[in-house]
């Protein structure tokens, strides 16, 4: 089974405080996004793992994808597969790579072996993964709360906006994003904010990562305003960083103005 993993970006990231378990409650919008891995389950003899792309930290045991298996499997009786990633959206990129990943994996095991395991234990598998992973599962526009892994469908009518993100290969670590952060409450609820018009966001659509990551890495800052100097409707860091997106009315194509860093261009769906 082929299934196609997409990265999100947050249209505002509130972190308002820190839990007594260590993790944020934060606030912000995620939205799915077209710049995808590739994925591929099949049956086989003996467990197998390969991966091609970009190379991702860690030991192979350890991967996301590997992590859902195993997960499953403590449940349920499943055979051996190949696990094959062709591994496209960047890494510590503030794009949800990974919990996408072991999400589109619990459904495409979900899927090949017929589990019927229900749409809520699925999440609860994807919440054990990760804090963004359970997002994938349903993978529509959503309003997340919690550690990020509580949601509720939004819709912010972004349908047919051009988005292009640009990733300049600066690896940021979510721990080390978090950890330099003091949280906050909010003062405002995101879901009323963001149904002004999206060319009204700038200053007030923010996300609580910018600051110090921008401070340290100034070029983030800098790819930001050249996003606006484009003609961004909105612009913004996604997630933890360091990828950094602009919303456009119109298709817009930068690949030449950001010749040095990876791009992703598309249509919003
Ligand atoms: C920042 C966000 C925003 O969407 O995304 P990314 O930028 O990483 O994509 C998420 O909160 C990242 O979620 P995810 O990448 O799944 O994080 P996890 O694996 O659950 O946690 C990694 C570490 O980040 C910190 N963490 C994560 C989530 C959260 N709500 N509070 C935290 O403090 C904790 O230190 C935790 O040990
Ligand atoms: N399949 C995978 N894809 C990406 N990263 C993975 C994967 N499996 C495990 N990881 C680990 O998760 C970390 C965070 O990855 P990723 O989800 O891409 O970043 P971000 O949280 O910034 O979106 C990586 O540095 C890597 O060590």
């Not at 591994?87 to 949800?96: E, N, Q, R, V, Y």
């Not at 990828?243 to 950001?258: A, C, N, P, S, Y």
């Amino acid at each position: 089974m082929l299934v196609f993993p997409n990265a999100k970006i947050n249209i505002g990231l509130n972190i308002v405080e820190k839990r007594p378990d260590g993790f944020h409650n934060i606030e912000s919008c995620f939205y799915p996004v077209g710049w995808k891995d590739a994925l591929e389950i099949t049956t086989i003899t003996a467990f197998s793992v390969e991966f091609d792309g970009i190379a991702i930290p860690g030991d192979q045991s350890d991967n996301i994808c590997v992590r859902a298996y195993k997960l499953i499997a403590e449940e349920y009786p499943l055979p051996p597969v190949k696990i094959h990633l062709l591994k496209a959206i960047p890494i510590g990129a503030g794009l949800g790579g990974g919990s996408a990943d072991a999400a589109f994996a619990i459904k495409a095991l979900n899927d090949l072996f017929e589990l019927e395991i229900s749409f809520e234990k699925q999440l609860s598998y994807a919440r054990r993964l990760g804090s963004d992973c359970a997002f994938f599962i349903l993978n529509q526009p959503a309003y997340c709360f919690g550690k990020g892994d509580q949601f509720e469908r939004i819709d912010i009518g972004l349908a047919g906006k051009w988005i292009v993100l640009v990733n300049p290969g600066i690896h940021i670590s979510t721990i080390e994003a978090y950890a330099g952060v003091v949280p906050k409450p909010s003062g405002s609820d995101l879901r009323e904010v963001l149904r002004l018009p999206v060319s009204e966001w700038n200053g007030i659509v923010k996300n609580d990562f910018e600051a110090t990551l921008f401070e340290k890495y100034p070029l983030l800052e800098e790819i930001k305003a050249e996003l606006y100097k484009q003609g961004a409707a909105y612009a913004s860091m996604s997630g933890s960083g360091s990828t950094i997106f602009g919303i456009f009315d119109q298709e817009k194509d930068l690949v030449e103005v950001f010749e040095r860093y990876k791009v992703w261009q598309g249509a919003l769906q």
